[in-house]
């Protein structure tokens, strides 16, 4: 009887040391997210107003006030994105004014809760004070590098909740999280057709779960392993030929590397799982993997079953269906950027080898050293900054997700008994990788620098589970890097705009003084707006204006109605130039305003420019532009 009270004594104590334990826990875990939410918001909020690209500025603000102005996305104008986010925007301005910043506003709330969300995400991985580091790189490697409320950011926001409704789910067991996690890429579709690729990670990982439920059944069913294996062989062996026939409008390494290499690993881990262990029968697990997947496409249909409508009541599908699915093929032709040589990829290879062969758990005097060493030099680097040291440090970074996601393939295709891993951690594991290796097309087939920030943040994730898995590994190394990079953010690419590899400073000096502008801006580009906006002004007799090829920022800027569905040129069939003149006329412009550099489309060809010479004679050039009117 003692003895039994003695026991139950012991494991009374036990039972409230251990909820004393978990009670602390949380409170930290809300004391460094309340810290990591708060430095995130005041580092972000000196950004929020920095800097633009005027035609990226002008095509999201003039689809807005396009919609407004009673237009539809597709039927009206070439909407360069699915037009979800349009609506946003014209909502924002409505409510808080007709100008670029309340664009930005709009992208700080999101920011803003994207914060905890990632947090959140870390946390399950790590301590609370790691998760609070690697959230402040990410922040840092993302929105502060560029600050405009572009649909990429929104993919990347959604990603992210999504991520962790489905984490939710892996720890609760709760549909509801399966249909929030849907909702989340529905949401994220209609922001950008690119959403599709967190949809397909998901897919994947709900495929990987119900392997791990049903996989290790005591019953044994030969037929069942081998009838699964082929249907997801078919399905993967489709997915990756659909992924090769899109890269092969650019095929060069770099890209099959980046692009194709990742969503493969992960392909592969998936038929590898699904080859091991026993297997209920092929009903049982038929049964399971629609239970999993119905929630998460409900919840993704139902925005754009909802938006479709939009479209349905106005007799306009076929427009929808031209401006998502037929018109985005012209930036294969128009709007692409190849990654820089395969060779720059060889920057990454240190730290490869630190994450493949991590040392050991009791590290030597020479691995202590190597760690030493290594850290010194990359703060020397950091110290004695140069246009060479910042493009080699940019490249490592740039190929960290493919090393991240074949890092964390490695340890998903060893036997579980060596891999440190539950099936819930497991399952976070594949999840984080295979929203990584998806999310990573997203700078496809445009691979300018600044397009990794919209990865980066998953980047970060996987490479903090990868590490939480090894044994052992060395904290002095990791956190030496992990400050590095963080410094690096903060000191060269948050102080400028990334581009091509290159240190490219940015000195936002002055205020757009437009009433439609108020965004910080450099001396060069105030200048050069103000002072076309004037003339427009000055010479326009009606509420429209011509202003070609891309730079749809004039028409927003200036106030002037658009005659044409083009934001960008490139997007829309070319008319001749007597059709041009009769929508001139018809409009009654008296403005044109030539744009001498565009980003993307053509310039104008030389019987369009003779038209205009003819028809407006009067002209004043400005900057790279040209404006033209008649009395």
């Not at 995130?40 to 006030?65: K, M, N, T």
């Not at 060596?418 to 691979?447: C, K, W």
């Not at 801006?521 to 906006?533: A, E, I, K, M, W």
């Not at 011509?546 to 106030?559: H, K, N, Q, R, V």
Request: aromatic share 14%.
């Amino acid at each position: 009887m003692a003895g039994t009270l003695l026991i139950g004594r012991r494991l009374k104590l036990g039972l409230n040391a251990s909820f004393k334990t978990r009670r602390l826990r949380s409170g930290s875990k809300k004391a460094f997210l309340i810290i990591v939410w708060s430095l995130s918001a005041l580092y972000v909020f000196g950004f929020y107003d920095r800097g633009w690209v005027p035609h990226d500025e002008g095509a999201i603000a003039q689809s807005a006030e396009r919609i407004l102005a009673g237009e539809m996305p597709h039927r009206d104008f070439d909407e360069i994105y699915t037009g979800g986010l349009s609506y946003l925007h014209a909502a924002a301005f409505k409510t808080l004014g007709l100008n670029l910043v309340s664009l930005r506003i709009v992208l700080l709330v999101f920011f803003l809760a994207f914060v905890p969300g990632f947090y959140a995400l870390a946390a399950r991985l790590a301590p609370p004070i790691v998760a609070a580091a690697v959230t402040l790189v990410a922040v840092v490697w993302s929105v502060p590098n560029y600050f405009a409320s572009l649909p990429s950011w929104y993919n990347l926001f959604f990603a992210t909740f999504g991520t962790l409704a489905l984490s939710w789910y892996v720890e609760t067991g709760e549909k509801r999280w399966l249909f929030a996690a849907g909702l989340f890429g529905g949401f994220s579709l209609l922001v950008k057709i690119t959403g599709l690729y967190y949809i397909i990670a998901a897919i994947l990982f709900l495929t990987f779960r119900e392997q791990i439920l049903n996989n290790r059944a005591t019953e044994v069913q030969h037929d069942s392993s081998r009838l699964f294996l082929s249907i997801k062989t078919i399905g993967v062996s489709l997915f990756l030929a659909g992924l090769m026939m899109l890269l092969r409008r650019q095929p060069n390494l770099m890209e099959i590397c980046y692009f194709l290499i990742p969503p493969a690993a992960i392909c592969g881990v998936l038929l590898w799982d699904e080859r091991q262990g026993g297997h209920c029968s092929h009903f049982i697990r038929l049964k399971s993997l629609c239970a999993l997947l119905s929630p998460f496409i409900i919840g993704a249909a139902i925005p754009v079953v909802l938006f479709v409508v939009l479209y349905v009541s106005s007799d306009s599908v076929a427009d929808l269906y031209r401006g998502v699915v037929v018109l985005p093929q012209r930036r294969f032709e128009f709007a692409s950027l190849d990654f820089p040589p395969a060779l720059t990829a060889i920057a990454s290879l240190p730290y490869a080898a630190v994450l493949f062969f991590p040392p050991s758990r009791y590290p030597t005097k020479w691995d202590k050293l190597f760690g030493f060493g290594l850290i010194s030099l990359l703060f020397a680097v950091l110290y004695f900054s140069s246009a060479l040291a910042y493009f080699i440090v940019w490249q490592s970074v740039r190929f960290l997700g493919v090393v991240a996601v074949l890092a964390a393939c490695q340890i998903l295709s060893r036997p579980i008994s060596h891999t440190y891993l539950d099936g819930a951690q497991r399952q976070i594991l594949f999840l984080l990788t295979s929203m990584t290796s998806l999310i990573n097309l997203v700078q496809f087939p445009f691979a300018a620098d600044v397009y990794f920030c919209y990865t980066a943040p998953f980047v970060c994730l996987t490479l903090l589970a990868v590490l939480a898995r090894q044994p052992g590994v060395p904290k002095f190394l990791h956190f030496g890097i992990l400050l590095f990079y963080f410094l690096f953010a903060i000191t060269w690419t948050n102080t400028g705009y990334v581009a091509a590899g290159i240190r490219n400073s940015y000195p936002a000096k002055e205020l757009l003084d437009l009433p439609r502008g108020q965004l910080r801006v450099t001396r060069h580009d105030n200048h050069l707006y103000t002072q076309l906006v004037n003339l427009i002004r000055q010479h326009s007799q009606s509420n429209y204006i011509y202003a070609t090829p891309d730079c749809p920022e004039i028409y927003f800027l200036s106030g002037m109605r658009n005659p044409t569905r083009n934001l960008f040129e490139f997007f829309s069939d070319k008319k001749d130039a007597h059709s041009l003149r009769a929508v001139l006329r018809e409009k009654n412009i008296h403005v044109v305003v030539i744009n001498h550099e565009p980003q993307f489309s053509r310039i104008l060809d030389q019987q369009t420019v003779g038209l205009l010479q003819e028809d407006f004679p009067h002209f004043v050039d400005v900057g790279h532009f040209t404006v033209r009117w008649k009395e």
